[in-house]
């Protein structure tokens, strides 16, 4: 294994874990902004407001997305599984 097959795996490992990780961090961020926003103009200051829209929210994309998770996943998953053999050399 040298240096170039090392950095091409954390490269992978890291875009996969990016890729998988957006949804959910997107989605968190616009309804904490839109809670944020309706505090300022109301004059709210309760700090657990953002909590429930929050995870409903993102209770919903990994429903939505989490098949789609789990198969980028799964396809890292195996590649490396694949490739021990390679590795080891």
Sequence with gaps: MNEATIIDLSRETVLTIVETSMPLLLISLVIGLI??????????????????????????VVVLCGNWI???CVTLFEALMA??????K
Excluded: D, G, H, W
Excluded at 35 to 58: C, V, Y
Excluded at 83 to 88: E, G, K, L, S, V
């Design 70 to 72: 789990m198969n980028k």
């Design 83 to 88: 490739n021990i053999p390679n590795y080891i």
């Design 35 to 60: 809670i944020s926003i309706f505090q300022t103009i109301t004059s709210i200051q309760e700090q657990t407001l953002t909590f429930i829209p929050k995870f409903i929210a993102i209770m919903l």
